[in-house]
């Protein structure tokens, strides 16, 4: 099973436009981190949050947390072609880093 | 400084068959994960190593085994495979982690492994 889960499944935005997707999950953290995947390859980490942490920002990327609704937000601004990947969150759970099933961006020209 | 490299790149075997995948984690980590990724799916954690001990499994049977070495490099076997074993697996390397912390992995490229 998994312990987060992102949604949409799917997102198609031109390029210029922001992406938002979202990540729910179910037992407490003490942070949440946020992946990229380009066509089934590794992973890249791109932030972590911790738990008393409500936003975090790096680049285009800003990340919210919402601990009271067990729910986290990854906003990618002026989205490029480049950004083209999967998204995935991540919470450590039992000392198991556990993946939702990814948020998959395709960012057209 | 040497990111995470995963060898083979690609690998077809046939049902029953033993596989063996290696991972040589990022310079400085002395903690490797491994993950498996079906097609469509986020990666599921099979099991970590710390100082060449297995700590912590997911929900994997015992087929799928591990071991770490002193150069903190890391082999996933895999014995009696089935057809559902086909996947990306992906090794991941990071500083020690306690249960209640957690710090960013560094991904491998993965192993694409095709049974038939």
């Known amino acids: 099973s998994q312990q987060g889960e992102e949604d949409p499944q799917a997102l198609s935005i031109q390029e210029g436009e922001n992406a938002t997707m979202n990540c729910s999950y179910k037992?407490?953290?003490?942070?949440l981190q946020w992946y990229r995947q380009n066509s089934g390859r590794g992973l890249v980490h791109l932030i972590l949050?911790?738990?008393?942490?409500r936003e975090k920002h790096s680049g285009r990327l800003r990340v919210t947390l919402d601990t009271s609704k067990k729910s986290s937000s990854l906003l990618i601004t002026a989205s490029r072609a480049a950004d083209t990947a999967s998204y995935f969150c991540?919470?450590?759970?039992?000392?198991?880093?556990?993946f939702g099933a990814g948020t998959q961006v395709v960012v057209t020209p | 400084e040497t990111g995470v490299t995963q060898s083979p790149t690609h690998l077809i075997k046939t049902r029953g068959q033993q596989v063996t995948l290696r991972c040589s984690s990022q310079?400085?980590?002395?903690?490797v994960s491994w993950y498996q990724q079906a097609l469509g799916q986020g990666p599921q954690f099979i099991f970590q190593?710390?100082?060449?001990?297995?700590?912590g499994r997911g929900n994997f049977p015992p087929r799928f085994s591990g071991l770490q070495f002193p150069n903190y490099s890391s082999e996933l076997n895999v014995n009696a495979l089935e057809l559902d074993d086909s996947a990306l697996y992906l090794c991941?390397?990071?500083?020690?982690?306690?249960?209640?912390?957690?710090?960013?992995?560094?991904f491998g490229p993965g192993t694409r492994l095709t049974v038939t």
């Open positions: 991941a390397s990071s500083p020690w982690t306690t249960s209640s912390s957690s710090y960013e992995q560094y």
């Open positions: 037992t407490s953290i003490n942070n």
């Open positions: 949050i911790r738990s008393n942490e």
């Open positions: 991540a919470t450590k759970t039992r000392g198991k880093l556990q």
């Open positions: 310079s400085g980590h002395n903690t």
């Open positions: 190593y710390y100082r060449e001990e297995e700590n």
